[in-house]
């Protein structure tokens, strides 16, 4: 258990958004197998695109697509477990502000690997507001419990640290991951939890979840 420090928001508003936000998903993603890959297509992040106003809409649409089911099951997972605990605790307005800026920041992350690269593989998936998330929650409670595969304690700090490595490993090894917005995305999170940490930060008792 923790002990909160903050405002009674999160009690009031409830996990309402991060609920949308993986039923947006998951409608998404039956649009992709009904339509095809038109749907993909359209609204996926392009980074030779990315400064055209004309397709300003991709850097939102593009968080609610996914490549495949395992990709769409591990972030929707994610989603619910971290968002709905981060929305509970911040409310519903600042859990979107982090969930859609770090989903944002996080194709600027692509679209910067990709130029080095001269890439224009278009990127989708919601990981980078998902590492947005995660990063929030490192700084307002690192010492909270997170169990691997229902099994393993492990405190959100380490989980933190073992993705980050696995990501800046992954910059020498090509393996068709957006590890640029994985990166972007941690980057922005860590910055709200700083922020936010004197109004929301989490005082260790006992370490579950």
């Known amino acids: 258990m923790y002990k909160i420090r903050g405002n009674n928001e999160r009690s009031i508003n409830g996990p309402k958004w991060s609920l949308i936000f993986i039923g947006i998903s998951i ?11 038109k749907v993909w297509i359209y609204f996926a992040f392009f980074p030779e695109d990315a400064i055209n106003p004309i397709w300003a ?8 697509l996914h490549a495949n089911f395992d990709h769409l099951f591990s972030n929707m997972i994610a989603l619910f477990f971290f968002g709905t605990f981060l929305e509970r605790l911040l409310g519903r307005y600042r859990f979107i502000t982090i969930y859609l800026g770090a989903g944002i920041i996080g194709s600027i992350g692509y679209l910067i690997t990709a130029s080095i690269s001269a890439s224009n593989i278009p990127a989708i998936g919601a990981s980078g507001a998902i590492y947005g998330l ?5 700084v307002l409670a690192p010492f909270m419990s997170v169990y691997i595969w229902g099994i393993l304690p492990v405190p959100m700090i ?3 640290g073992i993705y980050v490595v696995v990501d800046i490993t992954g910059f020498t090894q090509p393996d068709g991951i957006a590890h640029g917005a ?12 700083l922020y936010l940490k004197p109004f929301f930060g989490l005082q260790k008792r006992r370490a579950t979840f």
């Open 158 to 160: 380490v989980l933190a």
């Open 134 to 138: 995660l990063g929030t929650l490192t």
């Open 182 to 193: 994985h990166i972007a995305g941690m980057l922005v999170g860590i910055a709200f939890g």
């Open 27 to 37: 409608i998404a993603f039956l649009l992709q197998l009904i339509v095809g890959p």
């Open 57 to 64: 809409f991709r850097w939102i649409t593009s968080m609610f």
